[in-house]
């Protein structure tokens, strides 16, 4: 329960930190989904390139039933094999940081406070971001889907856990090259949808050798 609670204080973080909300909108929807796919299947629908370091800029809209508008906020984020940081700029600035195998939440005021056995949060988030797929299918079923509006392939991910499927009903990615949207669903059937854009992207193969 300690880790479905701090996840669930993790997706609200990163999502209800907002003071914006746009005319009425409503999330992408899935379209269908087909025969389940091996991590490398996966990887290799969405041309992700291995290793690699990744920067950007992420928008995030939270969608609630009981609202007509969703929730906005924008911010940058950082991730690699070894941690990721999700930094929300605006409306209000806050941050989540997984490293060393420990997540710490970071206020407006730059204070970050310890979370303690959220070990499997850090490593989630990881994952989705840089799609490491092999680690995703020890806990999520995987298929190749097609949804509303979105032209690039995309993935849906079934919890196959019990913790991780009280928090999220269903995830979907999509990209070419990397990851360019994330969707979680929860069982409220509540919707978060993230773009990400992305900076630059280091294979950290050649940055280790450069050190």
Partial sequence: M??????????????????????????NTEKGANEFLSAEQAVNLLKLAPNLA???????????????????SQGE??????????????PIKSAVIFKDNTLYLENAKGELSKQN???????????LLSGQFKQLSQHFSITATTYTGEPKPCLLLLATNNS???VFKQIRLCGEGNISTISLYD????????????EQAADITNESTNH
């Fill in 187 to 198: 069982p409220q059937a509540n919707a978060t949808d993230i773009a990400l854009s992305y």
């Fill in 164 to 166: 991780f499927a009280q």
């Fill in 117 to 127: 056995k959220a070990q499997d949060i850090g490593y989630l988030m990881q994952q």
């Fill in 2 to 27: 300690r880790i479905i609670a701090l996840m669930a204080s993790f997706l609200f973080l990163i999502t209800l930190s907002t003071a914006k909300a746009e005319l009425n909108e409503e999330p």
């Fill in 77 to 90: 984020f950082n991730v690699n094999d070894q941690q990721f940081t999700w930094r929300t700029l605006t």
């Fill in 54 to 72: 990744l920067s950007g800029q992420f928008i995030q809209k939270k969608y609630f039933k009981i609202l007509k508008k969703p929730f906005i």
